[in-house]
Each structure stands twice: as C-alpha cells, then as structure tokens.
C-alpha cells in the first residue's frame, strides 16, 4: 500500500464508530459504521468508497473513477498528497451516509 493510502487508513481508523475488518470484497482492510462497510482498498490500490447513489450523482472530479452500472460505490485515485484530504472528505460524507 502507497504511503497516501496508509494516510488516509490512519485518519479513517481514528474516526468515530469506525470499526477496522476484513473486506467482504476481497484480503484488504476494511472500514464499517454500524456493521455496514463504507471502505477499502481495491486490488488495484484505488480506494474503493461506498457513498450511495445520490452523493455520486453530485460528483464532478477526475480522481473518481464511476462503475460501469449504478452503484453505491465510487473509486478513487489517489496520486498525490493534495489527493488525500479530497479522500478524507469523501470517507467522511460515506461514513455519515452509511451511519444507521
């Protein structure tokens, strides 16, 4: 894992109600809110967020890298330290969407 991802790991485990598993989706680290996985880290080394639907749709930014079909997930590139608190951001308005 690139030192950016591990940045934005360390930040995403620290945050309220953050519960550190195993992915569901494959060997990386995972993140849940209330049983729920919001984050992890794709196979590819893009940070894989579950931000529903309707965030997506408001979304305008070529870090992002949208699904083929609809989906509550969203990848994100992150390539460069000015990417991290543009993630950041993004894990926080998952972690709230996903929030019970």
């Known amino acids: 894992m690139s030192t950016l991802l591990d940045d934005v790991v360390a930040e995403t485990s620290r945050l309220s109600g953050v519960e550190e598993t195993r992915s569901r989706f494959g060997e990386a680290p995972a993140f849940c809110i209330d049983g729920r996985e919001f984050m992890h880290i794709d196979r590819n080394g893009l940070l894989d967020i579950r931000l529903t639907r309707p965030l ?37 308005q998952a972690l709230a969407a996903n929030a019970r």
């Open 56 to 92: 997506i749709r408001e979304l305008d930014d070529d870090r992002l890298i949208y699904r083929p079909r609809a989906s509550d997930w969203v990848w994100v590139r992150i390539e460069s330290r000015t990417d991290v608190p543009f993630a950041l951001e993004l894990v926080r």
